[in-house]
């Protein structure tokens, strides 16, 4: 039953991705550089359902950006529906000092920039907002492959729920 719910919850994410471009005077101008706006920090919401709950504002083009902790230092990240483990980039992994077994096999991976391989890593503790996760799979990309970090389906399908209302996106724990 849970698990229904949550493809549910994953498949109206999708369709709420892909719902700006049903609308054209709401979208970004054709040929235009969008210019993503700077990260939202997850807002904690009261809840009545004793689930802990994060919330994230869209942006101009209808995308999630929120800051979470990843084992207690902030990096950014843009929610990714399609994307099916948290990636971080090069630079932020060193940044944080997750550094990948150098003896594990690399995952082939398909991103927006074309196939690159990533190196696969257990994440000790993600937190984003009030929602708190440990053992979050997760990979490093490789240099250059990204320039964003994407907080994907090995975070989301772990939560109770995700839902997007009056352009924010709650999600639930």
Do not use: C, Y
Request: hydrophobic letters at 55%; zero cysteines.
């Amino acid at each position: 039953m849970l698990k229904n719910a949550l493809i549910f919850a994953i498949a109206a994410l999708v369709i709420a991705f892909s719902a700006p471009s049903l609308f054209p005077d709401r979208a970004a101008t054709p040929g235009a550089q969008a210019t993503p706006a700077p990260a939202a920090h997850a807002a904690e919401a009261p809840t009545g359902s004793g689930l802990r709950e994060a919330s994230i504002a869209a942006d101009a083009l209808g995308q999630f950006h929120t800051a979470a902790l990843i084992e207690g230092q902030e990096a950014e990240f843009m929610v990714d529906t399609g994307a099916s483990v948290v990636a971080l980039t090069a630079e932020t992994a060193a940044r944080l000092g997750v550094v990948p077994d150098p003896s594990a096999p690399k995952w082939r991976m398909t991103t927006a920039n074309g196939v690159s391989f990533a190196s696969p890593v257990t994440l000790r503790d993600v937190s984003l907002g009030a929602i708190e996760m440990s053992d979050v799979q997760a990979v490093v990309l490789a240099p250059g492959a990204a320039t964003m970090n994407l907080l994907g389906a090995s975070f989301l399908k772990r939560l109770a729920a995700a839902e997007q209302r009056d352009g924010m996106l709650v999600l639930k724990q």
